[in-house]
């Protein structure tokens, strides 16, 4: 890609136009942050909870925009040698051997050699500062709220600069700034100074006809009957007091589930055979299972034979 800056969207419909020709159905408030984000040039920011679709904004920017995708998972307990980069120091030990054994005694030319780019493991953050064919990638920085406080504050540098400091080094800075994605579930709050630093969406549940327009997407091959059935019955659960409500995944989960079964439309008997598609705890199953499942589908049917 010669010229990346001419895939950025030049508005809102364009952005909207792009999310949609790789099958995400967003709002018309989503897709103006993310135009704003894009032509800023700066990070965004996205929260809410885990299945709507946070994550896979980033994958639809990098197939949209035809860049790599370089992500960074988060998680307790994640360090530098990880995110950042590690020093190859097997081959080290052996380039220093082999110098020994050449007779190269200059201590500071070996030391030269072996903190050298040669030697240098890129990890996540340092291959989102290198831009591929003159094209910066789509840096996702997953679940930034699984890891500690002090990994938070080392992404500062890097939010503000887009460089990174390796002591035997110096900095390393990006010659074209990568598009960032940071995303969190809210499990903990994100320091201010972070969030300063960027644009920010939180991403909620879809209404009902985003959520069927997504199954259709999704999953061509659920009938229209059993798509609205599922969806209505998805909205409900919502309702509830659950430990963990539906995502958007466990929606289209559920939809490849019904629809590999060859459903039609929803009963009690395969509500219960496939809901470990659409709830992942035990307690919310039982609670589905012992009265609220079936309450919640009579309620729609009726509301469907009325419509």
């Given at each position: ?12 419909d ?6 949609t ?13 993310l ?53 190859n ?29 040669r ?13 591929v ?19 938070e ?9 887009y460089?990174?400091?390796i ?9 074209e700034p990568?598009?960032v ?6 499990t903990r709050?994100i320091?201010?100074a ?71 439309a ?37 509301e469907?034979?009325?419509?």
């Amino acid at each position: 890609m010669n010229n990346p800056q001419s895939a950025i969207p030049s508005s809102i419909d364009e952005t909207l136009a792009l999310l949609t020709s790789q099958d995400y159905v967003a709002s018309r408030a989503l897709a103006t942050v993310l135009f704003l984000s894009l032509r800023m040039r700066r990070p965004l920011l996205l929260e809410g909870e885990a299945g709507v679709g946070k994550t896979e904004i980033a994958k639809v920017l990098s197939a949209g925009l035809n860049r790599p995708l370089i992500r960074l998972q988060c998680y307790e307990g994640l360090d530098i040698s990880t995110a950042v980069y590690e020093w190859n120091y097997p081959a080290q030990m052996l380039e220093i051997r082999m110098s020994e054994a050449a007779g190269i005694s200059d201590r500071s030319a070996i030391e030269h050699n072996i903190f050298s780019d040669r030697y240098l493991i890129r990890r996540p953050i340092l291959q989102a500062l290198s831009s591929v064919d003159g094209a910066a990638p789509i840096f996702l920085i997953d679940e930034l709220d699984r890891t500690d406080e002090a990994f938070e504050a080392y992404l500062l540098e890097l939010l503000s600069e887009y460089q990174v400091t390796i002591p035997e080094i110096g900095v390393i800075k990006a010659e074209e700034p990568p598009i960032v994605i940071i995303t969190t579930n809210r499990t903990r709050e994100i320091h201010d100074a972070l969030k300063r630093r960027c644009l920010y969406h939180w991403v909620d549940y879809p209404q009902a006809d985003a959520e069927l327009e997504i199954v259709r997407r999704k999953v061509p091959g659920c009938n229209r009957q059993l798509s609205q059935e599922l969806v209505a019955y998805v909205q409900k659960l919502r309702e509830l007091d659950l430990f963990k409500k539906p995502g958007v995944a466990e929606t289209i989960d559920w939809a490849t589930a019904l629809t590999e079964l060859d459903s039609v439309a929803l009963d009690p008997e395969i509500i219960s055979d496939t809901i470990g598609a659409l709830l992942k705890y035990q307690d919310d199953i039982a609670r589905i299972e012992e009265g609220d499942g079936r309450k919640i589908l009579d309620e729609l049917k009726s509301e469907i034979a009325d419509a």
